[in-house]
DNA sequence: CAAGTGCCTTTATC
DNA sequence: AGATAAAGGCACT
């Protein structure tokens, strides 16, 4: 199946998928391939050009976020040269909506690991507990249900490499099903709300829930801060902020829930509505850049 | 090559 | 409130 892009609504597929906002895409050839649901899914981009199999052009649309006016986002986003240069270089880099489930439990995985040891520990965690699936000769595995890691011990979750991540994941998986929650109803609620609900569950953080709501909820406002976030702020934004705040955060390793707060609400504040578009090519921007 | 550092942090404890 | 430590293991230097 195809979708033709219109110029005016900017798209990039690579970067969309090359960002490190999902875990498990692949790209083989000139194809990629992920797991979404209980499907493998099959995209390639050829300029405006939109080719995809085992999915329906609405799925797509919504699953990459195409149907938001991203030239409108970047706009209001655009407001200093820093993030005027990341959205340029980047400009396309859509920010998805992923199954919350598997978001929840990728940034659980996610806390104080790099972007290719989460890789790995999903790899191992679907290989072990998923569905085997096959497409092209190529072998996939769906993200396990709730149930299928509420059941599994936690040295079967520690053997996928999650570490003392495990307990928190078996405990989030149990209390899901226990009480039959539906990440539906998080939609619904306010970014605020959401956010409250999604820090009730074990081994989610401030910065866990944000992710949560900014890769699979839709919550674009949600601005959260990481390690790189964290550096980007205080290298260009650091006016902003007082200089004891400024001197105290950049010493030292971790974020205390305030220092947390504060730019977070920085973030949202000055970027605006959008705030978790500007989050993420700020994000993408340091990393590409910092590697040389 | 060994040892140290860092990783899209959270939690428990003081 | 805020500081501090502990919690896999792996990639990178």
């Known amino acids: 199946m195809k979708i033709a892009l219109s110029t005016s609504n900017p798209f990039n597929l690579d970067f969309t998928l090359c960002c490190g906002q999902a875990f498990r895409w692949e790209k083989r050839g000139e194809w990629w391939y992920g797991v979404v649901s209980d ?14 199999e085992n999915a329906s052009a609405d799925f797509i649309k919504n699953y990459f976020g195409l149907n938001e006016d991203l030239t409108k986002i970047l706009s209001q986003i655009g ?6 240069k990341a959205v ?3 400009k396309g880099l859509r920010i998805l909506r992923q199954d919350p489930w598997e978001c929840l439990i990728s940034y659980i995985c996610a806390t104080y690991k790099n972007i290719k040891a989460v890789k790995q520990m999903l790899t191992a965690l679907c290989r ?22 509420a059941k599994a011990t936690i040295v079967e979750l520690a053997s996928c490499g999650l570490g003392y ?20 109803c998080l939609r619904k609620l306010s970014c605020k709300e959401a956010r409250n609900k999604l ?4 081994g989610v953080g401030l910065k866990v829930a944000d992710c949560v709501l900014l890769f699979s909820l839709g919550k674009l406002e949600a601005f959260p801060v990481d390690v790189w976030i964290k550096r980007v702020i205080l290298k260009y934004y650091a006016t902003h902020f ?20 504060k730019i ?13 578009y500007a989050q993420e090519y700020l994000y993408h921007y340091e990393r590409t850049h910092s590697l040389d």
């Open 79 to 84: 407001k200093d040269e820093i993030i005027r």
């Open 165 to 184: 991540r495990a307990e928190y994941i078996s405990k989030t998986a149990k209390e899901i099903c226990k009480t039959g929650f539906d990440f539906k």
């Open 242 to 261: 007082p200089q004891d705040f400024v001197n105290k955060v950049s010493n030292k390793k971790g974020l205390t829930k305030s220092e947390y707060e």
């Open 264 to 276: 977070n609400s920085f973030g949202r504040n000055y970027f605006g509505e959008y705030a978790g």
């Open 88 to 90: 340029k270089e980047f």
């Open 199 to 202: 820090l009730t569950f074990p």
């Open 128 to 149: 072990k507990f998923g569905d085997k699936l096959e497409l092209d000769s190529y072998s996939f595995y769906t993200f396990p249900s709730p149930e299928k890691l």
């Open 39 to 52: 499907k493998v899914l099959k995209i390639q981009q050829k300029g405006r050009g939109l080719e995809f």
